[in-house]
């Protein structure tokens, strides 16, 4: 239980933060090579977020 909450914040920080550091460089003016590669940063935390919440957990292995 505990550790499914740490992997929730910890996508969900990684999401917020890479969308924020993102958009702090594009105020500040980018060339189009790294709008594609904030891009793709952005992209890759939400599917990592997306995947975390969505994909089912395993269920624990039953003692002999």
Do not use: C, H, I
């Not at 909450?5 to 003016?29: N, R």
Request: proline share 3%; charged share 15%; net charge positive.
């Amino acid at each position: 239980m505990q550790r499914e909450k740490l992997e929730k914040l910890g996508t969900l920080f990684l999401a917020v933060f890479s969308t924020g550091l993102a958009a702090q460089f594009v105020a500040d003016g980018m060339s189009s090579g790294q709008w594609l590669g904030a891009t793709a940063a952005v992209l890759g935390s939400l599917s990592a977020a997306a995947v975390v919440r969505v994909w089912p957990a395993q269920a624990p292995a039953k003692a002999r």
